[in-house]
């Protein structure tokens, strides 16, 4: 069965850091580049950053500099580190595959940025 399993949100001021974790099943980790999104209350979910396989990153023009997207493989884990966070990171973030057909979304993780 395949699932997606986010943690790590919570609520920070403005200039803090988070580390979201999300772990998947071996069936798409293992196989996928993997990503993270963010919906926003409002807002449509947009994609936040991606990691290949191999390392490769790429990430939103909101979030470049800020965030840091990793993966350990051996744990089937996908991590996001936001640094220098803004109120208008406030939204729940989702991992999932970066291309093609998405996995089952999982319950995602509220990150609350506010003072």
């Known amino acids: 069965q395949v699932q997606l399993v986010e943690s790590g949100g919570g609520l920070v001021q403005p200039g803090g850091s988070l580390r979201l974790s999300c772990v998947a099943s071996r069936s798409i980790f293992s196989i996928y580049a993997m990503a993270w999104y963010r919906q926003a209350p409002g807002k449509q979910r947009e994609l936040v950053a991606t990691?290949?396989?191999?390392?490769?990153?790429n990430y939103a023009d909101s979030v470049k500099g800020r965030f840091i997207i990793s993966r350990d493989n051996a744990k089937q884990t996908v991590f996001l580190q936001m640094n220098s966070l803004k109120p208008e990171d406030t939204a729940v973030y989702y991992c999932?595959?970066?291309?093609?057909?998405?996995?089952?979304w999982g319950q995602g993780t509220q990150v609350t940025v506010s003072s």
């Open positions: 999932n595959v970066a291309l093609g057909a998405f996995a089952p």
């Open positions: 990691i290949t396989r191999g390392g490769f990153t």
